[in-house]
């Protein structure tokens, strides 16, 4: 055994870091949190880097220095988990031993799903902000074009910030005015569902500004295949079930996610969940089966969309109610189902989108329409926000 804890935390991501640093806060004195990347990454910023708003080293940070204070970090993966000797497995040979478990990997990004996809956004015309490595390039691309058509295409299924999708699109859009080739450049937005977002009141704003650019949404629809040396992408319209192929001379594609592959493999996911994500129950975030194990975040299989925003509450909820089982106290706390999406519906605002499970409108502040397109919302969002989760979502304060 290579060590135990009475909190070993799977991922350091922005689940497990927050949680970390608000269990040490709740006094928690042992807690131990298992992540490989020496790079953190605040993926809400990605968007801004595909449409040229923030630059690469703005979003990423050395693990080192984001670990909450008094947290233990292993630098290494976790490959099984065996609930009945609450034991992890890591990638290094050796295993942990737990009191509690808390997993929060993220997703996995599952580019072969889609016939060659993973080839296309490597190739000269594709790229895809849900990739850091990807994500300037993107903005390269797209500042690059000045006519041709611009495909973004959103998967079926839970992803990352389902709104996040649409992000770079709208960005660009307005460079292209700004530099007066917008109507010279057709932009196609691929996506799945039956409206733009699904959120009353979001939808009409995102509708307007879809409007406003001359944007192509095709509803109920899925990028299905690519071939990237041809440049086209052919799409199913699930309404009537035919397929088109579009010729592209820029594809920012967003891929299908799932939990990652080795989390599938455990007992920790629902029997029949395609998904793989954790079995909690999504009030409390304890597992269904197995007391001590807890998730949040991404993999968790709660019922709202996924978001770090959702984390903010999950957060304490989970935190709140594990410090109660260790008392030996009622699990009291419960999350909501909130979660959030800020479009940015231009270079300078934002339609910021509060709902939950049910894509009901949720806001944090009653009466105040913040699903309106606002400057003031794009200052939260792009220089506000950032610097919150630095100083102290990490850090389990916010
Ligand atoms: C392009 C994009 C835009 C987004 N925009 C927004 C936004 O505007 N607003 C918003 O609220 N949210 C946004 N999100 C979503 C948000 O970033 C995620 O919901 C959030 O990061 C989820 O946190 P998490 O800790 O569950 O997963 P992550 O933050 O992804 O962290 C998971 C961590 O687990 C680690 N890990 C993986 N496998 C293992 C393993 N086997 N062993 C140990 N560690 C492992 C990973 O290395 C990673 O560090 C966006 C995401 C993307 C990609």
């Not at 993220?106 to 902000?129: M, R, T």
Request: net charge positive; with cysteine; charged share 20%.
């Amino acid at each position: 055994m290579a060590g135990q804890h009475e909190v070993v935390i799977i991922g350091g991501g922005n689940a497990g870091l927050s949680l970390a640093g608000r269990l040490r806060r709740y006094g928690v004195k042992d807690v131990a949190v298992v992540e490989p990347k020496e790079q953190h990454f605040f993926q809400p910023l990605f968007s801004h880097i595909a449409g040229g708003r923030a630059s690469a080293s703005e979003a990423t940070r050395p693990q080192r220095s984001v670990m909450p204070r008094g947290v233990e970090w292993v630098r290494d993966s976790v490959v099984d988990v065996d609930p009945a000797a609450s034991t992890v497995s890591l990638a290094s040979g050796g295993q942990l031993g737990y009191g509690h478990l808390v997993v929060c990997p993220g997703l996995q990004l599952d580019w072969g799903k889609i016939p060659g996809l993973a080839e296309a956004v490597h190739s000269p015309a594709g790229a895809s902000h849900y990739e850091f490595g990807l994500a300037a390039k993107s903005w390269t691309l797209l500042s690059a074009l000045k006519s041709g058509t611009a495909v973004f295409t959103m998967p079926a299924g839970p992803i990352k910030c389902g709104g996040a999708a649409q992000k770079p699109m709208y960005l660009a859009c307005d460079y292209w005015r700004e530099q007066g080739v917008l109507q010279d450049i057709r932009v196609v937005m691929v996506q799945p569902y039956p409206t733009v977002f699904g959120v009353p009141g979001v939808d009409e704003e995102l509708n307007r500004k879809i409007a406003e650019y001359g944007i192509e949404l095709r509803l109920n629809s899925e990028l299905v295949s690519v071939d990237p040396a041809a440049q086209t992408a052919r799409i199913q319209d699930h309404a009537t079930g035919s397929t088109e192929e579009l010729h592209y001379d820029v594809l920012n594609a967003v891929p299908p996610q799932s939990a990652p592959d080795w989390l599938k493999a455990t007992k920790l996911p629902a029997a029949g969940d395609a998904g793989g994500f954790v079995e909690v129950n999504p009030q409390t975030l304890r597992h269904a089966r197995f007391p001590n194990v807890w998730s949040l975040g991404d993999a968790a299989a709660t019922t709202n969309s996924k978001s770090g925003g959702s984390l903010r509450k999950q957060t304490k909820v989970l935190a709140k109610n594990l410090v109660a089982v260790r008392k030996g106290k009622p699990l009291k706390q419960k999350y909501d189902g909130y979660s959030v999406c800020p479009f940015t519906v231009s270079r300078s605002t934002v339609v910021f989108a509060e709902f939950d499970d049910q894509f009901q409108p949720m806001p944090t502040i009653p009466k105040v329409p913040t699903w309106k397109e606002t400057r003031l919302s794009w200052i939260v969002d792009r220089d506000i926000f950032p610097q919150i989760y630095w100083r102290l979502i990490l850090k389990g304060r916010a």
